[in-house]
């Protein structure tokens, strides 16, 4: 499931295909001239979410199909689409991708794709976005109506059409153990002030955990992975939050609140709030993890939380998939709201009024949202309040990266479409829920409607209530500047992640404060920033 970082360097434009002739690519049709094969091929990248809801796909799809499907290819090598997809029809007879893109996600693949003789490498599937899912009844409308907003941008090329369906929701964030939390008494943090609060107070003076579980192990505010970036899945939304919705959403265009193509957006207060915030959580100089969590990869780190040797866990909703034969203990867990940042308090983020003074009454504010209370601290806006509302129902996502694409030379493209529109159908969600741990296509639907609800775990209850209202965070990739230029969220500075360099909080570390790893960041990507223009082809 682990999508790692890459460097700034690794573009995936091939050598022979330069950027001035990424304009021939606005039609987008295919040629092929192959003869129909009597079965619709399906790739599967197999990672956190597992093969067994599409395997359930297949076989009630094939009940009725004139045209049958087979799950030709399951691999957990990502490469695999590329080399495949870019092989073109001669070597490839695959029909339908569930796939699963790397940091500059799918659209690279379309200038590649001339490589071929394809205007565009992509079968087109607007109509599948203005067709009606089959079987919602009342609440049955076009797909692109029914389909988050954010997903229908995050499918859609520059010239309007739409070549990608997201098959995963992918929300990630803060998971707790809520058996721990109810045993010790503990509340749900509203703010970062309050989560450290928290960490603090599940420390003896000694700085040693205060709790052990039931095999004498001490339990650590806060477990981690060295190995990966799952810190992202806070810092991106601490970051966004801070600056707000729209601002951040501009860093994917690589453009400032003025809308100006800069290398500045690195500068930006909101990243540097965020950094400080994840370094607090996982330094060894604050002694909520264990000195020996940054060795961790993510099946160690996730392994370690559902032992009961943490609190809480930063990861995503294919966690329960992922680690389903681990631990009894996956029962009970959920998602936790993340913890608003404090800093959006601070007179250099993007609160409209900046009527809100304190933490206790930024909390205040966070009850009122939530139906807690009926008042609201003195002096405080609306226009704050909104903010702080719209900062409380943001959450990264990986679905964005979670797509499935029929290639534009395929043999079975009818075939392929007519599986598509089976998938999203109620009937497919209902396969998909029930045989993916809640897994689902991020439609705007009402989940207590769907019989497989009742059967969802507390963890995927948990999600499934986040995605009511939800704004979502994550990469987009319908840039040229991402997928092509490969603008990224976030940069391993110095091959490292910022999981690795804050928890390597040492004497020896050239990261002792995230205020030094962001200056660095900051550098690195004003070095780089004409080469991400030139290869987006804006310079």
């Known amino acids: 499931m682990k999508k ?21 690519f606005a039609s987008c049709t295919g040629n092929s001239t192959k003869a129909d094969a009597s079965v619709t091929k399906i790739a599967l990248i197999q990672k956190g979410y597992g093969k067994a809801f599409l395997e359930a796909l297949v076989v009630e799809y094939n009940k009725t199909a004139t045209t049958k499907v087979e799950i030709a290819e399951s691999t957990s090598f990502m ?14 007879d695959i029909d339908l991708y569930f796939s699963i893109q790397g940091n500059n996600g799918a ?15 992509f079968e087109d599937l607007s109509d599948i976005y203005n067709s009606v899912p089959t079987g919602y009844g009342e609440e ?13 941008e995050a499918s859609t090329y520059t010239n309007g059409k739409q070549y990608l369906i997201p098959w995963a929701t992918g929300i990630e964030g803060l998971m707790y153990n809520t058996a ?6 503990l509340s749900v943090p509203r703010t970062t002030d309050e989560l450290f609060a928290l960490c603090d107070s599940l420390l003896g003076e000694d700085g040693v955990p205060k709790y052990e579980n039931e095999k004498g192990i001490p339990i650590y505010p806060y477990t981690f992975s060295g190995k990966v970036n799952y810190g992202m899945y806070l810092n991106t939304v601490w970051w966004a939050q801070f600056e707000g919705i729209d601002t951040f959403n501009n ?18 207060e909101g990243r540097l709030s965020a950094y400080k915030k994840y370094h607090k959580l996982i330094s060894k100089a604050s002694g909520y993890t264990d000195v020996n969590a940054n060795g961790n990869d993510f099946t160690t780190a996730q392994t370690s939380f559902l032992k009961e ?40 983020s993007a609160l409209p009024d900046h009527s809100i003074k304190s933490d206790a009454d930024l909390c205040a504010v966070i009850d009122y949202v939530n139906g807690k209370s009926e008042t609201l601290p003195t002096g405080v ?7 702080v509302a719209s900062a409380m129902s943001m959450y990264m996502t990986e679905g964005d990266g979670h797509v499935m694409f029929i290639p534009s030379y395929a043999n079975q493209i009818n075939g392929a479409k007519d599986f598509i529109k089976f998938v999203i159908s109620k009937q497919g969600q209902e396969i998909m829920i029930k045989n993916g741990m809640g897994n689902r296509i991020p439609m705007d639907i009402d989940m207590t409607k769907m019989d497989a609800y009742n059967s969802l775990s507390q963890l995927q209850k948990s999600k499934m209530t986040i995605m009511d209202g939800i704004t979502y965070v994550g990469r987009k990739y319908n840039s040229a500047i991402t997928f092509n230029g490969g603008l990224s969220l976030w940069y391993s500075v110095d091959t490292n992640t910022c999981d690795a360099s804050f928890s390597m909080n040492t004497s020896s570390s050239s990261y002792k404060d995230a205020e030094t790893y962001w200056l660095r960041e900051c550098e690195l990507m004003r070095s780089q920033w004409d080469n991400i223009l030139q290869n987006a082809g804006i310079r």
């Open 251 to 268: 860093f994917l265009e690589g453009k400032d609140a003025n809308g100006n193509l800069t290398p500045e957006i690195f500068a930006q």
């Open 309 to 348: 040797e943490s609190f809480m866990i930063a990861t995503g909703d294919w966690v329960e998939r992922e680690m389903e034969s681990s631990s009894s203990n996956i029962k009970t867990i959920e998602f936790m709201p993340i913890p608003v940042n404090s800093d959006i308090i601070d007179e250099g």
């Open 79 to 92: 490469d695999y689409v590329e080399t495949t997809l870019l092989s073109g029809p001669k070597a490839n």
């Open 140 to 152: 049955g409308k076009p797909f692109k109506e029914m389909l988050n907003e954010y997903f229908v």
């Open 4 to 24: 790692v970082i890459k460097k700034i360097f690794t573009m995936l434009l091939i050598a022979s295909i330069t950027v001035s002739s990424l304009g021939i």
């Open 107 to 121: 659209f690279g693949y379309i200038a590649q794709g001339k490589a071929n003789g394809y205007d565009c490498i």
């Open 381 to 387: 806006t609306q226009a704050d309040v909104d903010f």
């Open 180 to 185: 721990l939390f109810e045993k010790h008494n």
